[in-house]
């Protein structure tokens, strides 16, 4: 099992430009997440997903939007990036309530550094 | 909205030391306690978490971290640091639902 993959790694952008992220996950798990990570602020719930099809606002939505269209992916979206986007993207997934017990561990991807210039 | 606190923001120690980094949380009902660790350029990875039963929980790496309910605390402790343990530290917390709420992190450098 890969576990939770995301792509890219790294990215520069210009202000305005747009770009997605990927997150792909095998492990069959219902929930998935995206966070940002900024220094001294751990990381933020950006936009999360309870099951295909299905997406949430998180904590700090705003400037993002996200798609479930296959349980195994959550993507992520920058309609037109600004500088205050640039941070490291993780992003998660965890079983549903009724997965077993204990429930809502949640497993990292390795992240995608975004700079935004 | 749950909230989570670490107190320390950067600890620096020697190998050998004792290590004790403190997490608070606010709600106070059934809460669900996490600790992660991020090694330099590597994503997040459980150390411990703390679901119910014995408050005192063991985690990998010869981490530990009591949960005391009173206290609303989730202090996550190391006998002994070795230079691999600097990483750095996310307590998080989950209350109701299904989302986690993440302290800021406490960087944690081991100097050999």
């Known amino acids: 099992n890969a576990g939770v993959t995301q792509t890219p790694k790294f990215r520069v952008l210009k202000t305005g430009q747009s770009m997605t992220l990927l997150c792909a996950q095998d492990m069959n798990h219902e929930y998935m997440y995206w966070y940002r990570q900024d220094p001294g602020m751990g990381l933020r719930l950006i936009h999360y997903s309870v099951g295909e099809g299905t997406t949430a606002k998180g904590e700090v939505p705003d400037g993002y939007n996200v798609s479930r269209l296959k349980k195994q992916n959550f993507l992520l979206g920058l309609e037109s990036a600004a500088p205050s986007q640039t941070s490291v993207y993780f992003c998660?997934?965890?079983?549903?309530?009724?997965?077993?017990?204990?429930?809502?561990?949640?497993?990292f991807g390795p992240g995608t550094r975004l700079t935004v210039l | 909205a749950q909230s989570v606190s670490q107190h320390n923001h950067h600890v620096i120690l020697s190998e050998a030391a004792s290590l004790e980094l403190g997490c608070n949380y606010s709600?106070?009902?059934?809460?669900?306690l996490f600790w992660y660790v991020q090694y330099p350029g590597q994503h997040l990875q459980l150390l411990l978490k703390?679901?119910?039963?014995?408050?005192l929980v063991k985690g990998i790496k010869g981490f530990e971290a009591e949960f005391i309910k009173s206290k609303f605390s989730f202090n996550l402790r190391k006998p002994s640091v070795q230079w691999s343990d600097t990483a750095e530290y996310f307590c998080a917390a989950r209350s109701n639902d299904y989302k986690l709420s993440f302290g800021a992190g406490t960087t944690v450098t081991v100097r050999a």
């Open positions: 703390y679901f119910s039963g014995d408050p």
């Open positions: 998660a997934s965890s079983v549903g309530l009724a997965g077993p017990n204990p429930p809502n561990e949640q497993f």
């Open positions: 709600y106070g009902g059934t809460v669900n």
